[in-house]
Every structure is written in structure tokens, then in C-alpha cells.
């Protein structure tokens, strides 16, 4: 079975404050990705990367960054988190065939909460 | 514009009251198409992948069908564990980005 971990399932956080999420796969993919996922608006690409150290924006990669070190983890990384930034963080994580057609899967989540 | 839309947004059965959702999408080029089931406060559970028009996957109560602009998941008497949000995605030609639909949020009474 696929596994993807993320760090914390709810996190609360002050304005400002820089703020790390993380994920973990143990299928050996090549391909991670993080989205947010807000009511009414579905999930969006945060960013996504294809290989160690490689890393790609999605549509909504501002007041983000990502970090990708080993090809297991893949880092969100909020610099100074603002409140319009409460979300549902949903990292997820596929095979590359180079088809480019590999179900991505999800990890639990993370309810992120901005005061 | 890529474009997925859902519908209906939600949908509220009783239990052993068949129906379908419906994936409908507007993109330039499509190498397939993702339905997900997603829980209140988990992550989405992938359920089927569906790559050309015509196509079709089964699992238990889950049916999915794919055409040239749309797709529908039939839920077939359903149970009240069949509660949950569907989300449909299609994969993208450009660089295998995932498009969401907002997703039908499926309620089932017993």
C-alpha cells in the first residue's frame, strides 16, 4: 500500500511566524506535490517537484516555498505565514512512468489555522 | 481555460437510492481522468482512473464512465457509508498537472 505522512494533522499558528510542513512517502516516487484546499474553490497546486532538489511552481505558489533534500520528503515551507493562508495543506505524491498519466495519493492532511 | 465542473454540489439520498454525478470538462488536451473519494478531514482516497472515452471501472457500488467531454460515477444502492465528498480531476497534457473539480459533497440517510 501507498503511504503518504504528513507531519501534523492541525496546526495553529501566529501571523508572521514561519511555518514548516512536511511530507513523507515510502513508495519511491519521483513526483511530489503540495495543494490547499479551501471550500468552494477545490484543491490548487501549490507547487510540485519531479526529482531531489528539483521543484516546479503551481498556480498558487506565492508565500510559499518548498524544500526537497531527499526523494522521500517534500517540505512546505510558509516564510511569514498570513491569515488568508488557513487551509487544508494536502501533500500527495505519484510514479513517474513517463506517460505522465500516475494516480496521485494523498496524505491526511494538514488543517493549518493563521491568527 | 482548463475547466472542471461538478455537479450537483451536493446530493442527498436515501439509502438504496441509486444516481450519478456528473464530471463535466473543458481542456485542451486530456490524458485521463481521476475520481477520489474524500472523508470529512482526511485526504482524498483514490477510487479510478479512467484514460479514454468509452471506458469503464467498477468497484463494489462505484461505477465510473468516461466520454469525449464528461464523466459520470454512479453510485448503485447506495449505503450510508458511501457518505462523503467526490472529487474528479483530469490530468492535463502539458506537463501531467491534476485540474479538481470543487467536488459533490454525497449524503446518504438509511
Known amino acids: 500500500d501507498v503511504k503518504v505522512t504528513q507531519s501534523s494533522r492541525y496546526l495553529v499558528k501566529r501571523t508572521g511566524e514561519k511555518v514548516f510542513l512536511e511530507c513523507v512517502q515510502d513508495m519511491d516516487h519521483e513526483n511530489m506535490f503540495w495543494y490547499r484546499q479551501d471550500p468552494g474553490l477545490g484543491l490548487r497546486l501549490i507547487y510540485f517537484?519531479?526529482?531531489?532538489?528539483?521543484?516546479e511552481k503551481g498556480d498558487i505558489p506565492e508565500g510559499y516555498s518548498v524544500s526537497r533534500e531527499k526523494k522521500e520528503r517534500f517540505s512546505l515551507i510558509l516564510e511569514s505565514a498570513s491569515t488568508n493562508q488557513t487551509s487544508m495543506y494536502l501533500c500527495?505524491?505519484?510514479?513517474?512512468?513517463?506517460?505522465?498519466?500516475?494516480?496521485?495519493?494523498f496524505g491526511p492532511g494538514t488543517r493549518l489555522t493563521v491568527l | 481555460e482548463d475547466q472542471v465542473t461538478q455537479s450537483p454540489e451536493a446530493l442527498r439520498l436515501q439509502e438504496g437510492e441509486s444516481s450519478s454525478l456528473n464530471c463535466s470538462y473543458t481542456?485542451?488536451?486530456?490524458?485521463?481522468l481521476f475520481w477520489y473519494r474524500q472523508d470529512p478531514g482526511k485526504g482524498p482516497e483514490f477510487l479510478f482512473t479512467?484514460?479514454?472515452a468509452g471506458e469503464e471501472k467498477e468497484k463494489e457500488r462505484l461505477k465510473a464512465t468516461l466520454t469525449k467531454k464528461e464523466s459520470f460515477l454512479h453510485i448503485t444502492a447506495p449505503k450510508p457509508e458511501d457518505s462523503a465528498t467526490y472529487l474528479c480531476?483530469?490530468?492535463?497534457?502539458?506537463?501531467?498537472?491534476?485540474?479538481f473539480g470543487a467536488g459533490t459533497q454525497v449524503v446518504v440517510t438509511p
Open positions: 481542456v485542451s488536451g486530456l490524458r485521463g
Open positions: 479512467l484514460y479514454s
Open positions: 480531476a483530469v490530468l492535463l497534457e502539458s506537463w501531467g498537472k491534476l485540474q
Open positions: 517537484s519531479y526529482d531531489v532538489k528539483m521543484k
Open positions: 500527495a505524491s505519484s510514479q513517474s512512468s513517463g506517460m505522465g498519466t500516475d494516480t496521485q495519493y
